[in-house]
Every structure is written in structure tokens, then in C-alpha cells.
């Protein structure tokens, strides 16, 4: 065995790197996010951006490749780890009181696995345009895809809103423990800066959600409207 | 002098191959002084008083020293009073008539040996797969010839202050032994004497656990809450520095030669 294969398999190894990954994932959700704050810029701004993106080309499917292989990674080593911890306690207490570890850590595996059915049902929403099919590949009239007003469409359905809204609170709370955990897995800590940076994963995560649920929200009170309407 | 009477329930278990399960027992005329342990002396003499079986746990120093004494009481490793060992928890911080929930430490690494007696000898693999230094022979150096500063020393001594009870690993939700092994090893490198071997040490003791089969952390910080010597999860992390840097820098011991020895 290759050190780099021990070094993957050992203990410390698996959590840094779901830590790694896991911060690459970070990183997409903010850009991700930010992104779609462009829905407030109107339809011009936002399909042109749509544009950018899909006219990448070569880098556009060197991001989509490197996603899903951090992606696939996150999610295997962290069906591994979950099988090596529950061989660790074969038996369970009778009474158990946690008291230093949260909800959000403590339900990491669960909103894991939704967030991984979320990922492939909003892949299928807005990328393939197989949840609403009857509004996707519409073009505007600069003759560009129309995202802006397949966003406005979606997010008009009270149910899909509501979806959304339920996978946003459930990344949250999962990036409210793993955006600040990645540091200490890492080793990241000192006394002069880990006060502040274990606030990390709560700012990140509430940032997230309001930036995330803005534009929908916004769609759904009829501020964000299909153009002409 | 107030007494108090209690419901104990006890986790029974004959050996490690039979099942085990919880058993209540009365016990009457507990003192309030007294220690958890006392509390369970009182309890074994009613029940040898019936001719029944006492309850086997382990104990030794009772001074909150020596690591013996273990106890997963009301959910929480040695009661969850903060830094204190099962030895050290007294009655008073119970109630007459309370109900008591007393298990042994669960982990697949730490086998119940009987009742609430579990087999640590994997924190002991673990330290003998790196938790020294190699010292030369001969009279002993002079004290204090090797200047180590203040904060270090203090922080290996925190780290030292380590009595391998093992209520990290009981307290984790995985079943971790990562507080223990950090600690051992942060207490020796934080000192001169721990340089030499410390990238291959935190090599060797890191695997040593994972051989063990202890979970993995996932940063619930329950073994910083539960440590009877409140070993900060600040150990952990320096314990991944040095593993991350033993795996990608240290150039492992050359195996196949002789040496020069």
C-alpha cells in the first residue's frame, strides 16, 4: 500500500479529507450563491451571466468534472467513516446524554443524505429541465437561454418553493458544523484566532440561507417578476 | 448525617462471550459523604448479604489518579461532574430516591471483561507503539540542563495529566480514541526530549489506534467535556499537524539496512 492510500484510509487521513472536499464545496455554494443573487439585477444581467457560464466551454467541463469527483469523494469517505464509527460502539448505552456536541454535528449523516437527494433532484430541475420540462430551453429576446425566467417559473410554484426551503435549512445546518469542523480536522486551531473562526460555520451557514432564499422568496411575494408581467 | 436510598441499575455481564443486561437493585443507607464507589462497596455487601453475586468494577488509587476507575453514570463517563474521575463523585450530588443508570464503557476496543470491568490493553498498544523517548544510557543529566520554556512545559504537563481512564473514548458518539492518543503525544512534544522521534511517533500511535478499532473524531468535542483532566481538544488538532506533516514530509526510517547500531 502507497503512503498516500495509508495516509487516505488512516483516521486522520479520512477527515481531513472530508475536510478538504468539503471546503471545495463551500467554496462552490458561496460563488453558487452569489450567482443567483443576480436575479435581482433583472433578466438581461442574469441571462447574461447564465451565458457566460455555459459558453465556458473546456474550464466549464473541467468544473463540472472536479465537482463531481469532490462530490463523490465527500460522499463515499463519508459512508465509510459512518460504518467505522458505528463498528466502534457495537452496544449502545442505555442512557447517553450529550452535552458539547450539537444538533447540527450529531446530524450530520442525515442531512448529508438529503442534501445528496436535493443535489440530484435540483440537478434535475435546472440543468437537465426534467422537474418542469414545459419551461426550460425557452430563449429571451437577445436569443440566449432563458434562466431568468425558468428561476421566476419555478420558485412561482409554492411547492418547489417549498422544497428548496427544507434543503436550504438542511445545508445550513450541515455547514454549520462542517463549515468551522475543517479547521480542526486540518489542525487549524490557536488561541488567538479559533474563538473567532469556530463562529466560521454559523456565519457561513446563515449567509448561505438568506442569500440562497432571497431570490425565491422574492418570487414567491411577486417582487422578482417574468419580464413584461 | 443524612442517608439516602436508591435505585441502582447495573449493567451484569457473567464474561465477555455471554450477553449482559441492565438489573436493578435497591441499595439502602447510602451516606451523603460518600463516594460513588463507597456507594457500590455498600451495594456489593448487601448483595453478598443474599448470597448474590457482587457487581465487579474497576477501582485502585480512588485519589482521581490513577485511571482505574471508569463508569458511564446517568449517560455521562464519571457522572459528568466536570473534571472529576468516578472516585472523586460523591453521593451528595444525589438525590434520596434518586434512579441511577451504571454502565461500563462501550466500545468495540474496549471489551467488557465483566459487569462494568472493560479491557483497556488497547490504549496500552497504542502507547507502546510510540508513546516514549529513546534515552541514552548512563547517569542521568543534570536537572533543568535543557531549557524548555514556561508555556511549553505547561502545556506538556496539562497534556501529562492524562491518567488513560479512557472516558474520551466512552463519552464519543464514534467511539474515539483521538483526546487519549493526542494527548500522550502532545505531552512529549511539547518537550525537547519528544523532537527526534515526533513525526514517526504521531505515525506509529495514529495507527496504532486505528488498528485498535476506535472510531474516527468527527469534532462533537463530548471527550473534552467528559475528560476527568480537562485535556483540551487543542491536543487533537496538533495531532493532525503532526500526522498531516509525518505524511507528507517525513522520510520514513530506512527498514531494510542494518544501521549503524
Not at chain 1, 451571466?49 to 455555459?54: D, E, G, I, T, V
Request: proline share 5%; charged share 15%.
Amino acid at each position: 500500500m502507497s503512503w498516500f492510500s495509508s495516509y487516505v484510509r488512516s483516521s486522520i487521513g479520512a477527515k481531513q479529507v472530508m475536510a478538504a472536499t468539503g471546503l471545495a464545496m463551500v467554496l462552490f455554494a458561496i460563488v453558487h450563491m452569489l450567482g443567483h443573487l443576480g436575479m435581482f439585477s433583472g433578466q438581461d444581467a442574469y441571462n447574461a451571466y447564465a451565458h457566460f457560464l455555459q459558453t465556458l466551454g473546456g474550464p466549464k467541463w473541467i468544473a463540472r468534472g472536479g465537482l463531481l469527483a469532490v462530490f463523490v469523494v465527500h460522499v463515499a469517505s463519508a459512508m465509510r467513516l459512518v460504518a467505522r464509527n458505528r463498528a466502534a460502539r457495537p452496544v449502545a448505552y442505555a442512557v447517553y446524554k450529550p452535552v458539547r456536541s450539537t444538533l447540527m454535528s450529531r446530524t450530520m449523516a442525515m442531512t448529508g443524505l438529503v442534501l445528496l437527494a436535493f443535489i440530484i433532484y435540483h440537478l434535475l430541475h435546472f440543468t437537465l429541465g426534467m422537474v418542469q420540462p414545459e419551461f426550460f430551453h425557452k430563449l429571451d429576446q437577445a436569443g440566449r437561454y432563458d434562466a431568468y425566467s425558468m428561476f421566476v417559473r419555478g420558485f412561482q410554484n409554492v411547492g418547489i418553493f417549498a422544497s428548496y426551503l427544507v434543503a436550504i435549512l438542511l445545508l445550513s445546518l450541515h455547514l454549520g458544523h462542517g463549515a468551522s469542523s475543517w479547521l480542526q480536522s486540518l489542525g487549524l486551531r490557536h488561541p488567538k484566532y479559533s474563538p473567532k473562526l469556530d463562529k466560521l460555520g454559523p456565519a457561513i451557514s446563515l449567509i448561505l440561507f438568506l442569500g440562497y432564499m432571497a431570490p425565491p422568496t422574492a418570487v414567491l411575494l411577486g417582487l422578482i417578476k417574468l419580464p413584461g408581467a | 448525617m443524612s442517608t439516602m436510598n436508591l435505585t441502582v441499575h447495573v449493567w451484569r455481564q457473567k464474561d465477555a462471550r455471554s450477553p449482559g443486561k441492565m438489573v436493578p437493585y435497591k441499595v439502602s443507607g447510602v451516606s451523603e459523604h460518600a463516594s460513588f464507589l463507597e456507594m457500590l462497596d455498600v451495594l456489593n455487601e448487601q448483595l453478598i448479604d443474599k448470597g448474590e453475586e457482587p457487581i465487579a468494577f474497576d477501582h485502585d488509587c480512588r485519589e482521581g489518579i490513577c485511571g482505574m476507575c471508569s463508569l458511564m453514570i446517568d449517560g455521562r463517563p464519571h457522572g459528568g461532574q466536570a473534571g472529576t474521575t468516578t472516585c472523586q463523585l460523591h453521593m451528595r450530588k444525589f438525590k434520596n430516591g434518586d434512579e441511577i443508570y451504571v454502565e461500563p464503557w462501550r466500545a468495540a476496543a474496549f471489551p467488557v471483561l465483566r459487569d462494568l470491568c472493560v479491557d483497556r490493553t488497547a490504549f496500552e498498544k497504542v502507547q507502546q507503539a510510540g508513546g516514549f523517548v529513546t534515552a541514552n544510557v548512563g547517569s542521568a543529566p543534570d536537572a533543568n540542563s535543557v531549557p524548555i520554556a514556561k508555556e511549553a512545559a505547561d502545556r506538556a504537563f496539562e497534556a501529562a495529566a492524562c491518567i488513560g481512564c479512557g472516558a474520551c473514548v466512552a463519552a464519543c458518539p464514534n467511539g474515539s480514541a483521538m483526546l487519549y492518543v493526542a494527548a500522550k503525544l502532545t505531552h512529549l512534544h511539547m518537550l525537547p526530549q519528544g523532537q527526534p522521534e515526533r513525526l514517526h511517533r504521531a505515525q506509529a500511535m495514529v495507527n496504532a489506534m486505528d488498528a485498535a478499532g476506535f472510531g474516527n473524531c468527527s469534532n462533537h468535542y463530548e471527550c473534552e467535556a467528559a475528560c476527568p483532566k480537562d485535556i483540551s481538544r487543542d491536543t487533537i488538532a496538533l495531532m493532525n499537524r503532526d500526522f498531516t506533516k509525518g505524511t507528507f514530509a517525513h522520510r520514513p526510517r530506512d527498514t531494510k539496512g542494518d544501521g549503524a547500531g
